[in-house]
Structure formats: C-alpha cells, structure tokens
C-alpha cells in the first residue's frame, strides 16, 4: 500500500496537483505492479521561505539513507 507525500512550494493549481498525484501514481502502479486503489497521494504546500526548515533538513540532511533522488541545490 505505497502512500506517497510530495512536498512543494505553495502556488501550484489544483489541476496541477491532481496531474502531479495522476502521474506518481502511475509511476507507482508501473514499478511496484501494485494496482491504483493501492496507491495514495498527499502533496502538502510549502511556503519557500520555510522550505530549508520544514523540508530540506529534516526529510533531506536528517534522512540521507531513504534519499534516492538528491537534490542539485543547497538552500543555505
């Protein structure tokens, strides 16, 4: 049962995020071959003034070993 969270800077449409949950799921469903009613989407906006705080050094400093993507920034 993948539930997937994808954080982001506030601003984007609501058409844009159901595009974003539409294409993660089907990128879930191709390389876990678990059906759709399987798969969860949650994205959650992030103002980019808290990102560093909220996001890049929790989920992304603190959890190095569950990063498989890295990112080719540094906010500080």
Do not use: C
């Not at 595009?19 to 876990?32: F, L, N, S």
């Not at 400093?61 to 540094?74: E, V």
Request: glycine share 4%; aromatic share 8%; net charge neutral.
């Amino acid at each position: 049962m993948p539930h997937v969270i994808v954080k982001l800077y506030a601003g984007k449409s609501e058409q844009q995020k159901a595009r974003i949950a539409e294409e993660v799921t089907k990128a879930i469903m191709a390389t876990t071959s678990n059906a759709e009613r399987s798969v969860s989407v949650s994205i959650e906006d992030i103002h980019p003034s808290d990102w560093a705080e909220t996001v890049y050094k929790p989920d992304i400093l603190g959890k190095p070993d569950t990063l498989y993507k890295k990112p080719g920034y540094n906010p500080f």
